[in-house]
């Protein structure tokens, strides 16, 4: 483990409690910056324009709508050093405050090399595993036709896992470096005024969003065209446009296995740390959250960082690559059948909506203004209608661009009318988003009844606290199926109805129109993702207010900020698996055409009255259920080590109480971030291996009864089955934990006796429950639905 997160060199604790000198070690720079600031500028200059050169050499090459595409990322970079800038140039307050700040960046930066690196060393190892395998599979009649090779197959697959997993982890880095730096300066800022706090916290978010969504489709744009230039795509006696999309899926997969590993890792390590603080300091001790003698608060400090920013971006670039790939899959094996003469716009289309939501999602930011005032955040607007009008802006331009989108690249002599259908379907998407965001608001904000019905359950102790939270979790997985359900059918319908047919004279729209319908789902995801990430930004800056012993103004204002933040989270993870849902959709509609290309035979239909693929589905869902259990109870263990560490050290120096003493913070860091990176092994390991174990056994047994699909199919069934039960899962572990956390913050507004009480112990009870369902558990549940998906994809050879 590394010195800065072992040695817990935080310097003498003061009689002045509003006092921490020394509390960082030294500067850490990642290696590729350290070598980049060696360079002469000059020639890092004339690198960066020679790069940007063959970029869009290639994109030129393929086409100009990937032009297109690669101008808007490159804008929305530059729009993103804008917003750096901007919130870097906001102070860091009194010296007290800069000060734990710079230890909770020293916790996130250390945790984040440590697992990453143990993240890369398994990422490449499964990358020597897939080329192993696809060195030995069989390739398909439309590869072989086209003179693409196993190794060359095998080679395109691996890069393509490699850059998917570099990306994603450069997404993680990127929410983690933005959230530690804008943490302290909106803690100073709302010394001053709470707009302007909300807007720094906003700012932060949405260069992390921004970042994240344009890496998204620079990658998958960058592969395709690289792909399409290398291999000829077009020319005479070479692959098919339409079939290109298929050589994309590593990418997808290298993005979900990245993501998975860090939001176990990093939602063990969040939860862990906070559960540990609130049980000993909170509920035995009688000392506020975030109080400075609490030796467990810089690791639930660093854990806001690492668990719900790193984690949480690199989450949001695998559903929006996953959707990518597989609506340029479903787009490309529509125009094949329709046999649709410029199949590109098809194609293509995912790239430019998810350009345009580049765009609206900036100006959505931008909306979010800061105003002259000062005082408390009272006698402003509610900060949640502020973010609220900020995203109906966004949604009402994404409902403009996305129609425009529709008519530019869906437009087709063969069905002049298609174009419209597919607008529509967007439109149901865009709509599913925003009844989502409002479902998810509904029931974790305790500004509306089922929350505020959950802190009065507290009154009559701590049992009936968990068995209302209970039953909020299980009931607020209704809502959110019944519009899933109605927009996946609505989306086939209009779709199938848009007028596109192939040689028979069948409709074929249906599954693209779904795919639309997820793209106009996910056209707002950086805005969405912007309030996502604002949620930890304002719980670390209320942290930071609370250490530092800022006046009672300043931490009611974060308070009312952090109470904001759990509710656009507990938002944002609802959008989460509303999109995971329609993306795993798609994604297996793209296995069972893979699978038939494989085996030269008709795949459109499971049939779960079959006894092995019935056992394939139970096998699915409980790997739901098994995932989320090893997720929960790694955190109650390493939460037990904080605990008994943390009582520890207020038994053997009583002086801490009195401020005479200095907790060991170090000592609790370096517990839950060893702890982390163990426990987040098994559930990722099992999570990987299922799939791939279950579809070989399933293949050798099918060898010898004569049933040569029987291991795709039992497969399929498990994908199946694992969708349904996680998407159900992670929405009763999300909101049950949200609302579990805002009751308890309304309790601490003063209602039902205030902090301290009775009541609000059995609310802390409650929030302890849901902390490893709402951020380890539900969270991982997202990536694991698309993993699930993109692994069978990657895998199908071994199935036949």
Wanted: charged share 15%; hydrophobic share 50%.
């Amino acid at each position: 483990m590394d010195d800065e997160m072992e040695s817990g060199n935080l310097g003498p604790y003061q009689d002045r409690p509003r006092t921490f000198p020394n509390m960082r070690n030294k500067t850490y720079t990642p290696l590729i910056f350290r070598i980049l600031m060696r360079i002469n500028v000059r020639v890092l200059f004339v690198l960066a324009l020679l790069g940007l050169g063959a970029v869009f050499y290639i994109g030129a090459s393929t086409s100009p709508i990937i032009v297109f595409v690669f101008t808007i990322c490159i804008i929305s970079f530059l729009f993103s050093i804008y917003l750096t800038k901007w919130v870097l140039s906001k102070d860091e307050g009194p010296p007290e405050m800069a000060q734990i700040s710079d230890a909770i960046r020293d916790g996130a930066e250390g945790f984040f090399r440590t697992q990453y690196g143990t993240i890369s060393k398994m990422a490449v190892l499964l990358a020597l595993v897939i080329l192993g395998i696809y060195l030995i599979r069989s390739t398909t009649p439309q590869q072989e036709s086209s003179g693409l090779g196993r190794s060359t197959s095998a080679y395109i697959t691996v890069a393509a896992f490699l850059l998917g997993a570099l990306c994603s982890g450069i997404a993680g880095y990127v929410g983690m470096w933005v959230s530690v730096r804008a943490n302290v300066r909106v803690s100073s800022a709302a010394r001053r005024s709470a707009r302007e706090a909300l807007q720094i916290a906003v700012r932060a978010g949405g260069f992390s969003a921004i970042v994240v969504v344009a890496l998204a489709v620079l990658g998958v744009a960058i592969l395709y065209a690289t792909f399409y230039v290398w291999l000829g795509v077009g020319l005479p006696g070479s692959m098919n446009v339409t079939d290109l999309p298929l050589l994309l899926v590593g990418y997808g997969f290298g993005a979900s296995f990245v993501a998975l590993f860090a939001q176990l890792g990093g939602g063990i390590y969040t939860k862990a740390a906070d559960v540990g603080a609130d049980l000993v300091g909170k509920v035995e001790q009688g000392i506020p959250e975030d109080d400075p003698r609490n030796p467990a608060v810089i690791a639930d400090l660093v854990g806001d960082n690492v668990g719900d920013c790193a984690a949480r971006g690199a989450d949001l670039f695998e559903s929006i690559a996953a959707e990518i790939i597989s609506a340029m899959i479903l787009g490309g094996t529509m125009a094949q059948r329709c046999k649709i003469e410029d199949p590109s716009g098809f194609i293509l289309f995912p790239l430019v909506v998810h350009s345009f939501d580049l765009v609206i999602s900036s100006v959505g930011i931008l909306s979010i203004r800061s105003r002259r005032d000062s005082g408390m955040i009272g006698a402003l607007e509610d900060p949640m209608a502020i973010l609220q009008r900020g995203y109906s802006v966004t949604i009402f331009l994404a409902v403009v661009t996305f129609g425009l989108s529709t008519r530019w690249m869906l437009y087709t002599e063969q069905a002049p009318s298609a174009w419209l259908n597919f607008a529509l379907c967007g439109l149901v998407g865009i709509m599913t988003a925003y009844v989502f965001v409002w479902i998810s608001k509904y029931y974790t904000d305790y500004k509306h009844e089922p929350v505020r019905t959950l802190a009065l359950s507290s009154s009559t102790g701590h049992g009936t606290n968990i068995i209302a939270g209970i039953s909020l979790g299980l009931e607020s997985t209704g809502l959110p199926v019944l519009v899933i359900s109605i927009s996946i059918v609505s989306a086939f319908w209009l779709g199938h109805t848009s007028g596109l047919v192939d040689d028979a004279g069948n409709p074929t729209g249906g599954l693209f129109g779904t795919a639309v319908a997820t793209m106009g789902m996910l056209s707002t995801a950086a805005y969405v993702l912007t309030m996502d990430m604002f949620g930890p930004i304002a719980d670390n800056a209320g942290g930071i207010a609370e250490m530092s012993q800022q006046p009672e103004s300043v931490r009611e204002i974060t308070d009312i900020l952090d109470a904001v933040g759990n509710t656009t989270k507990a938002t944002t993870k609802g959008f989460a698996i509303g999109s995971a849902a329609l993306a795993s959709f798609l994604l297996f509609s793209a296995y069972m055409d893979e699978v038939a290309a494989f085996a030269q035979v008709p795949f459109r239909q499971v049939d779960i009255a079959i006894p092995e693929v019935f056992v394939g589905g139970l096998l699915g869902s409980m790997l739901i259920f098994v995932f989320s259990a090893w997720a929960c109870s790694a955190v109650g263990r390493t939460a037990q080590e904080v605990v008994n560490e943390v009582r520890r050290q207020f038994i053997e120096r009583p002086g801490i109480m009195d401020y005479k003493e200095k907790p060991d913070y170090g000592r609790c860091v370096a517990i839950v971030a060893t702890a982390s990176l163990r426990e987040m092994i098994k559930p990722g390991a099992l999570a990987i291996v299922s799939p791939i174990l279950v579809g070989f056994v399933f293949r050798v047994l099918g060898y010898y009864t004569g049933h040569p699909l029987l291991g795709a199919k039992v497969v399929a069934s498990m994908l199946m089955f694992a969708t349904v039960s996680g998407i159900l899962m992670a929405l009763f572990l999300n909101t049950a934990g949200g609302a579990w956390d805002n009751a308890k913050k309304y309790i601490e507004t003063g209602a039902l006796g205030g902090k301290g009480s009775d009541c609000h112990k059995a609310a802390i009870t409650g929030d302890t429950v849901g902390d490893p369902f709402k951020d380890t558990a539900g969270p991982s549940l997202h990536v694991l639905i698309k993993m699930l998906a993109t692994i069978t994809l990657v895998m199908a050879p071994v199935f036949l």
